[in-house]
């Protein structure tokens, strides 16, 4: 099994300012299936990223992903208030098709 | 529109069964590969299970292999998971995930809003 470690745990920024989250596989994820979700409170989680850096439909520009192999990262360019959330890295390149810890992006 | 409506949770004792439902809509289910993922309160999310889009592969997590079964019934729309031996661990809300894929589990673009699993005596 991939085993997928996101940090940090937590991350505190205020709006403005500039996240960059990071997924890190245990082991090759393939040909960059990787994928990047986002939740909040009380919701289904969000599509935000996949095959490592492709946007979702509707998802705004100062989102972006990169990475390949091992190691990937989720960047927010400028944060604004709605983007404050748990984010999910997911792997699908080899089942079982394993979820990160998440980090919660809060505001500082 | 796509939208995924899960049913079928509810209490039940250790070592019962109940079977998830996933009625599926805005979109031709027989063309996309289907999961389901777990979160249980206040935790991350468990990707549990899934089935290519004629339903000739299905995929577990270790923890559910052997106990659940994932099928689906292109003709109707819905997919469904059948759990068995259900332990208290297996309490989750349990979502119901459209793949992007009609072969490969892949990626999930859309998400239900879950139907809730308790399990307890």
């Known amino acids: 099994e991939i085993v997928l470690t996101q940090s940090p745990g937590t991350l505190s920024l205020s709006p403005g300012e500039r996240a960059t989250l990071s997924c890190r596989a245990s082991?090759?994820?393939?040909?960059?299936?990787l994928a990047w979700y986002q939740q909040k409170p009380g919701l289904a989680p969000r599509l935000l990223i996949y095959?490592?850096?492709s946007r979702a439909t509707g998802i705004p520009d100062r989102f972006s992903g990169s990475g390949s192999g091992t190691d990937f990262t989720l960047t927010i360019s400028r944060l604004e208030p709605e983007d404050f959330a748990v984010y999910y890295c997911?792997?699908?390149?080899?089942?079982?098709?394993?979820f990160g810890l998440g980090t919660k992006l809060e505001i500082k | 529109e796509v939208q995924l409506l899960e049913s079928g949770g509810g209490l039940v004792q250790p070592g019962g069964s109940l079977r998830l439902s996933c009625a599926a809509s805005?979109?031709?289910?027989?063309?996309?590969?289907m999961s389901w993922v777990r979160q249980a309160p206040g935790r991350g999310l468990e990707w549990v299970s899934g089935?290519?889009?004629?339903?000739?592969?299905?995929y577990y997590a270790d923890s559910v292999k052997g106990r659940f079964t994932i099928s689906r019934d292109n003709s109707n729309d819905t997919l469904y998971l059948q759990m068995n031996s259900l332990r208290a661990e297996d309490a989750a809300l349990y979502y119901c995930?459209?793949?992007?894929?009609?072969?490969?589990?892949?990626?999930?673009?859309?998400w239900g809003q879950g139907t809730l699993l308790t399990v307890s005596s």
């Open positions: 995930v459209k793949g992007a894929d009609s072969w490969n589990i892949d990626f999930f673009d859309y």
């Open positions: 805005g979109f031709t289910l027989r063309s996309y590969a």
């Open positions: 089935i290519s889009s004629r339903g000739l592969n299905t």
């Open positions: 082991q090759s994820v393939g040909s960059s299936y």
């Open positions: 095959g490592a850096f």
């Open positions: 997911q792997q699908y390149g080899w089942s079982p098709f394993t």
